[in-house]
């Protein structure tokens, strides 16, 4: 069974910094391009980040050079570091491991205030 945990998110101001973890099984972690969504309050669920085995990565346009996403092979995990956060940030982040169905994580909360 594929099982993504996920840890870190808060609370942070404007302009602070946040470090988002996603913790994989090592057969999906190794095979798969992994990545995060988010999705806001009343807003469909929005792409974050993706990064692909070989360490090959792609941003959206909201989040492109403030944040950034990395592979860590010694934990089976992928990173998402969050700088420069705007109150528009705010929502939950999902995890998601691109298998042939997508698997997703539980989610965990982001809070920017102004």
């Known amino acids: 069974q594929v099982q993504l945990v996920e840890s870190g998110g808060g609370s942070v101001q404007a302009g602070g910094s946040l470090s988002l973890s996603c913790a994989a099984s090592?057969?999906?972690?190794?095979?798969?391009?992994m990545g995060w969504y988010r999705q806001a309050p009343g807003k469909q669920r929005e792409f974050v980040a993706t990064?692909?085995?070989?360490?090959?990565?792609q941003y959206g346009d909201s989040v492109w050079g403030r944040f950034t996403i990395s592979r860590d092979k010694t934990k089976n995990a992928v990173n998402l570091q969050m700088d420069s956060l705007k109150p528009e940030d705010t929502a939950v982040y999902y995890c998601?491991?691109?298998?042939?169905?997508?698997?997703w994580g539980q989610g965990t909360q982001v809070t920017v205030s102004a």
């Open positions: 998601v491991a691109l298998t042939d169905i997508n698997v």
């Open positions: 090592k057969n999906i972690f190794s095979r798969y391009a």
């Open positions: 990064i692909a085995i070989g360490g090959e990565t």
